[in-house]
């Protein structure tokens, strides 16, 4: 059942005092670029350095005496549900592919979960997560197309729009589609003339293919500074898939030239450590793909990338993605 926004308000509550609450700062750079106020949502500050652990807390509330929970991720879901599960003292088994970065299967590691490192896609993940829920019985917490995982996102949005009502353009980040789908469905309760923008890097979109064919599809998952967004969103998908199709106002695809240049920004202009994954939205505006003709805000979601990439890119450096060379530019230059 798709959720709504009385389901977004009970996550809320679910949340509060564990996840909720991150800074929603002014970005006088990307305010000059815009022509508009434009506002960072720091999901980065959350205790796992992502926005993943509100979903997952939505989810494990909703269980009963399991035993234990899996998921597969490629990453932050991982500890997202890891770092829930703990708090409910659950067994957290978390699958993912070999292209997940070191610094995020240590991470889930460090909240007490086990790390199965399966296959090279997340479908070779998504497969033994499956497996483990058959064989011996533990919950699967999707990543993004499920009721709960919706709904936990969406309280980013209530969140946003609480403390800024005259928000008129939501840049999201947009990989399975959960955030994107709870994000617009909260706020568009809230005031339907929000528009909401997804947004992903151009090389293996999965959702943005799958709206294109007006069903889900499958795309070839590369590489990518937003690593956080690759993977598909499942040829099963019931929920993350209509909801974005239903309430996403435009979908916007950035290079990987734009997001290396966008994490230079958020780093100099606003001194924030960011994943590619969530600069986006910054991306997007920078290199003139979207128009914002309001106040606008956009959500940081997250901060778990590997140092020495984030080194390279900051000091302008070239980056070796799979087949692809990012050149390098120092900022300013
Ligand atoms: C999961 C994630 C996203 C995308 O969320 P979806 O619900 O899959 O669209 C964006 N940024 C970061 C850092 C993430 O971990």
Do not use: W
Request: glycine share 12%; proline share 4%.
């Amino acid at each position: 059942m798709r959720p709504v926004l009385a389901d977004v308000l009970a996550a809320a509550r679910v949340i509060a005092g564990l996840a909720d609450a991150t800074p929603l700062v002014p970005s006088p750079y990307m305010s000059g670029v815009a022509g508009q106020d434009f506002l960072l949502k720091l999901e980065n500050m959350q205790p796992i350095g992502a926005f993943k652990l509100r979903g997952a807390l939505n989810a494990v509330a909703g269980l009963g005496e399991a035993a234990g929970v899996t998921c597969c991720s490629t990453g932050n879901h991982g500890r997202g549900v890891a770092y829930a599960a703990r708090a409910r003292g659950l067994r957290a088994v978390v699958c993912m592919s070999e292209l997940v970065p070191r610094a995020k299967v240590e991470g889930i590691r460090a909240l007490g979960a086990e790390v199965r490192i399966v296959g090279r896609s997340q479908d070779d993940a998504q497969a033994e997560a499956a497996r483990l829920v058959a064989e011996e019985g533990l919950v699967e917490i999707p990543p993004f197309d499920d009721a709960r995982v919706i709904a936990g996102q969406g309280t980013i949005g209530l969140e946003i729009m609480a403390a800024r009502p005259d928000i008129e353009v939501l840049l999201v980040p947009l990989s399975g589609g959960g955030l994107a789908a709870g994000v617009a469905l909260a706020a568009k309760a809230i005031k339907p003339s929000v528009r909401v923008v997804g947004i992903s890097m151009d090389r293996g979109a999965a959702m943005h293919e799958s709206l294109r064919a007006g069903r889900p599809v499958a795309v070839e998952e590369v590489a990518s500074l937003a690593d956080s967004l690759g993977g598909g969103i499942g040829m099963g998908n019931r929920l993350s898939f209509p909801m974005c199709r239903d309430l996403l106002d435009e979908v916007v695809l950035v290079t990987e030239a734009e997001i290396y240049r966008a994490m230079q920004v958020l780093y100099y202009e606003d001194r924030i450590v960011a994943e590619g994954a969530c600069v986006v939205g910054l991306a997007a505006v920078l290199a003139g793909k979207v128009s914002v003709g309001g106040p606008t805000a956009t959500i940081i979601t997250g901060r778990n990338l590997d140092m020495e990439m984030f080194t390279r890119i900051i000091t302008g450096q070239d980056v070796v993605l799979g087949d692809m060379v990012i050149e390098g530019r120092r900022y300013g230059t």
